[in-house]
Protein backbone atom coordinates (compact mmCIF):
# COMPACT_ATOMS: atom_id res chain seq x y z
CA UNK A 1 0.00 0.00 0.00
CA UNK A 2 2.84 2.95 1.11
CA UNK A 3 6.15 1.08 0.16
CA UNK A 4 5.98 2.23 -3.72
CA UNK A 5 5.30 5.76 -3.23
CA UNK A 6 8.14 6.10 -0.67
CA UNK A 7 10.61 4.67 -2.50
CA UNK A 8 9.33 6.48 -5.84
CA UNK A 9 9.55 10.17 -3.30
CA UNK A 10 12.86 8.88 -1.49
CA UNK A 11 14.26 8.65 -5.36
CA UNK A 12 12.95 11.48 -6.71
CA UNK A 13 14.29 13.67 -3.87
CA UNK A 14 18.04 12.39 -4.05
CA UNK A 15 17.96 12.74 -7.80
CA UNK A 16 16.77 16.78 -6.81
CA UNK A 17 19.56 17.28 -4.15
CA UNK A 18 22.03 16.06 -6.67
CA UNK A 19 21.02 18.40 -9.24
CA UNK A 20 19.91 21.18 -7.25
CA UNK A 21 16.51 21.12 -6.83
CA UNK A 22 14.68 21.42 -3.65
CA UNK A 23 11.58 20.34 -2.76
CA UNK A 24 8.99 23.44 -1.93
CA UNK A 25 6.58 23.61 1.13
CA UNK A 26 3.54 22.87 -1.07
CA UNK A 27 5.41 19.63 -2.39
CA UNK A 28 6.39 18.67 1.30
CA UNK A 29 2.76 19.24 2.56
CA UNK A 30 1.32 17.33 -0.05
CA UNK A 31 3.31 14.63 0.75
CA UNK A 32 1.91 14.99 4.03
CA UNK A 33 -1.51 14.11 3.33
CA UNK A 34 -0.26 11.30 1.14
CA UNK A 35 1.47 9.67 4.57
CA UNK A 36 -1.74 10.69 6.27
CA UNK A 37 -3.68 8.52 4.24
CA UNK A 38 -1.18 5.38 4.87
CA UNK A 39 -2.22 3.88 8.30
CA UNK A 40 -5.80 4.02 7.60
CA UNK A 41 -5.23 1.67 4.44
CA UNK A 42 -2.90 -0.44 6.32
CA UNK A 43 -4.77 -0.61 9.09
CA UNK A 44 -7.88 -1.87 7.09
CA UNK A 45 -5.57 -4.69 5.72
CA UNK A 46 -4.62 -5.63 8.78
CA UNK A 47 -8.07 -6.10 9.79
CA UNK A 48 -9.74 -8.32 7.14
CA UNK A 49 -6.46 -9.94 5.80
CA UNK A 50 -6.80 -12.27 8.21
CA UNK A 51 -10.46 -13.41 8.10
CA UNK A 52 -12.41 -16.27 7.71
CA UNK A 53 -15.73 -17.35 5.47
CA UNK A 54 -17.41 -18.54 8.61
CA UNK A 55 -16.05 -14.94 10.28
CA UNK A 56 -19.08 -12.37 11.21
CA UNK A 57 -17.90 -9.10 9.33
CA UNK A 58 -20.66 -6.41 10.69
CA UNK A 59 -18.29 -3.36 10.33
CA UNK A 60 -16.86 -4.47 6.73
CA UNK A 61 -19.65 -2.03 4.54
CA UNK A 62 -18.55 1.27 6.97
CA UNK A 63 -15.17 0.21 6.79
CA UNK A 64 -15.19 -0.50 2.81
CA UNK A 65 -17.20 2.81 2.47
CA UNK A 66 -14.27 5.02 4.70
CA UNK A 67 -11.50 3.27 2.31
CA UNK A 68 -13.18 4.30 -0.43
CA UNK A 69 -13.38 7.85 0.93
CA UNK A 70 -9.20 7.83 1.86
CA UNK A 71 -8.69 6.27 -1.72
CA UNK A 72 -10.47 8.67 -3.28
CA UNK A 73 -8.37 11.43 -1.73
CA UNK A 74 -5.19 9.71 -1.98
CA UNK A 75 -5.19 9.57 -5.45
CA UNK A 76 -6.41 13.02 -5.85
CA UNK A 77 -3.30 14.25 -3.81
CA UNK A 78 -0.79 12.02 -5.25
CA UNK A 79 -1.88 13.31 -9.24
CA UNK A 80 -1.51 16.60 -7.37
CA UNK A 81 1.92 16.03 -6.21
CA UNK A 82 3.04 14.62 -9.18
CA UNK A 83 1.88 17.60 -11.21
CA UNK A 84 3.97 19.33 -8.49
CA UNK A 85 6.87 17.82 -9.40
CA UNK A 86 6.67 17.80 -13.31
CA UNK A 87 6.38 21.75 -12.65
CA UNK A 88 9.05 21.99 -10.69
CA UNK A 89 11.01 20.29 -13.18
CA UNK A 90 10.29 22.58 -15.85
CA UNK A 91 12.05 25.44 -14.18
CA UNK A 92 15.88 24.71 -13.76
CA UNK A 93 17.58 25.38 -10.68
CA UNK A 94 18.62 29.16 -10.59
CA UNK A 95 16.37 29.68 -14.07
Keep these: ISEGHFKIYDMVMDKWKSTGFVATDEINQTYAKIVLTTDPLLNFADKY ?15 MSVIGEIIETRFAVEDH ?11 PPGA
Design 81 to 91: LIKLIADSLAM
Design 49 to 63: SGVAIEDELTDFDQD
